[in-house]
């Protein structure tokens, strides 16, 4: 489930030793976050993905054919190309990057994709199939999307964004166990952005970093977009990511809450204990109410538990502006 960069080397690499396999994309394009821009300069832009961070053997890892020659050019970085940095209006140099990552020359990460890996998968893709539901209690895997078409697999490799499993917008039945879903809603998911500019002339170096570039709330920076292109339209990139949300979890060792009752729990009216009267035990609105005020926010508000004597974990996430 997903055609993004994960979900097409899966298949790639399974349809290689000859399993059936089936890609479905809510899409209508595959690529996912190495998607390109080709239309901003001469030179395709990365949305997403854009450097190689490990040695260049690695794309003949990735296309798995010994027969296959890889003809996609790289650029690296040396002591000719400057590190800028900035601080207190203060702006200094270095005179090497000093990192072995590498840029696609006149390609992209989506450009390798779509030359060595997309074609002998084409036919196993579905775009615009939007998967919500995932029923892996028997032997076969049933799968359901947004218009009720389902799909049935002997296993499902889900490599759709985290924020989507997040946001609940795929269930599963069984509910995926506890230790899954408490990474699952405990992970960080940042959101961000690029900024492309194109200047007269170019003035500035491989890269310009601030004294905040890298921290525990955000990550920024801008660098040449137009190195080792062969263009001589200066390009650059402001790229800059930050936590997007709030997050408060409160855990407690209590009592627990059963499997059954969990998708319940935020329902007006709804009590765990059925026999207890109103007098004693609530109206049932507590967190009906808690879910209401925290959606209001554009927030989303879940609990986990074990179940049964094992605690819970109520979760509330709010946007941090």
Not at 48 to 75: F, K, P, Q, R
Not at 82 to 97: A, F, H, I, K, L
Not at 147 to 167: E, F, M
Request: hydrophobic share 35%; charged share 20%; glycine share 10%.
């Amino acid at each position: 489930i997903g055609a993004g960069a994960a979900g097409m080397s899966a298949a790639y690499l399974l349809n290689q030793r000859g399993i059936d396999v089936e890609v479905l994309e809510a899409n209508s394009v595959h690529g996912g976050r190495v998607r390109v821009n080709k239309t901003f300069t001469d030179f395709p832009i990365s949305l997403g993905g854009e450097w190689l961070h490990a040695d260049t053997s690695t794309l003949d890892s990735i296309v798995n054919d010994n027969s296959v020659e890889i003809g996609i050019e790289m650029a690296g970085y040396d002591s000719s190309n400057t590190r800028g940095y900035y601080q207190d209006g203060v702006y200094s140099t270095e005179p090497s990057v000093g990192d072995n990552d590498t840029k696609f020359v006149g390609s992209s990460w989506f450009d390798f994709y779509d030359q060595y890996i997309v074609p002998s998968i084409q036919d196993k893709m579905r775009y615009g199939v939007e998967i919500t539901d995932i029923d892996y209690s028997n032997t076969q895997v049933q799968v359901t999307d947004k218009a009720g078409n389902s799909y049935a697999a002997d296993r499902v490799i889900i490599t759709i964004p985290l924020k989507i499993l997040q946001d609940g917008d795929v269930s599963f039945s069984p509910r995926l166990p506890f230790m899954k879903r408490r990474a699952i809603e405990s992970a960080v998911v940042w959101s961000g952005f690029k900024a492309f500019f194109e200047f007269t002339e170019k003035f500035f170096p491989a890269v310009i970093t601030f004294p905040d570039t890298s921290t525990d709330v955000q990550h920024w920076l801008f660098y040449d977009a137009s190195h080792g292109q062969n263009t001589d339209r200066p390009i650059t990139i402001s790229l800059n990511q930050q936590h997007s949300e709030a997050c408060l979890s409160v855990h407690d060792s209590g009592e627990g809450i059963a499997p059954e009752h969990l998708p319940h729990l935020f329902d007006r009216f709804y009590r765990v204990d059925g026999s207890r009267s109103r007098g004693s035990g609530g109206s049932g609105l507590g967190l009906a109410i808690a879910k209401a005020i925290v959606e209001a926010h554009k927030g989303h508000i879940s609990v986990f538990s074990a179940g049964p004597a094992q605690g819970s974990t109520f979760t509330i996430r709010l946007p941090s502006k």
